[in-house]
Every structure is written in structure tokens, then in C-alpha cells.
Nanobody, 129 residues
């Protein structure tokens, strides 16, 4: 089992940047596919980005392509979400998620919340205009 703790959220103006971090417990971080999801008030949780166990593959939601990037440091048990050119519609609670895998699947499998097993408590990002 893994525990996930997000940090780095806050208030930012339109066009600004933030970097979210997610620290994971345990010694098998490299066996987890890691992802970021978000949930705006009154809306369902939606996929943002996912990264493979090695960090060599990434997939993004269309709404954030070209603005957000995801990376991981397996030595530090941490995954990051760099968010640039932020828009008011990016305002949401951002959740880190993990799925333990022993074999490879296409990253599309992990773009649904049901594809993940472990969740952090979230960090709030507010983009003001």
C-alpha cells in the first residue's frame, strides 16, 4: 500500500505557473503508475496527466496539453505536475493517484479514476482573473 501527500497548491493569477508535488511512502514507488486528476466545484473528478513507471511515457488531457507537464523522481518517491499558462478553468482540487502494476498496459487505462487504486487528499489550486 502507498500513501500519497500532495503539496504546492495555492492562489495564482491567470497566466501564472505552479508546480505540484506528490510524495509517496514505501519502497516500491517505481512499480506504480502515477497520475494527476482534478475536481472543480460541482463537477466530477477528471483526468489531467499520467506517467509510466519508468517516466518514459506520458499522457495528458486535451485541456492541458502544451501547458502542463508531468515528471517523476523514483529516487525521491515523488511525482510532479508543472502547470503553466494557468486559466480560471484550471481552478480545482488536484489529486495525486497511483496504481501498482507488475506488467505494462497502455496509459489510456489510467485516464479514468477507476483505473487508479490509491489517492491523496488533494491540494487546492485557484486561478484568479
Amino acid at each position: 500500500q502507498v500513501q500519497l501527500v500532495e503539496s504546492g497548491g495555492g492562489l495564482v493569477q491567470v497566466g501564472g505557473s505552479l508546480r505540484l508535488s506528490c510524495a509517496a511512502s514505501g519502497r516500491t514507488f517505481s512499480s506504480y503508475v502515477m497520475g494527476w486528476f482534478r475536481q472543480a466545484p460541482g463537477k466530477e473528478r477528471e483526468f489531467v496527466a499520467v506517467i509510466s513507471r519508468s517516466g518514459g511515457s506520458r499522457t495528458f488531457a486535451d485541456s492541458v496539453k502544451g501547458r502542463f507537464s508531468i515528471s517523476r523522481d523514483n529516487a525521491e518517491n515523488t511525482v510532479y505536475l508543472q502547470m503553466n499558462s494557468l486559466k480560471p478553468e484550471d481552478t480545482a482540487v488536484y489529486y495525486c493517484a497511483a496504481k501498482s502494476e507488475v506488467y505494462s498496459r497502455g496509459l489510456g487505462y489510467y485516464t479514468s479514476p477507476g483505473g487508479m487504486d490509491y489517492w491523496g487528499k488533494g491540494t487546492l489550486v485557484t486561478v484568479s482573473s
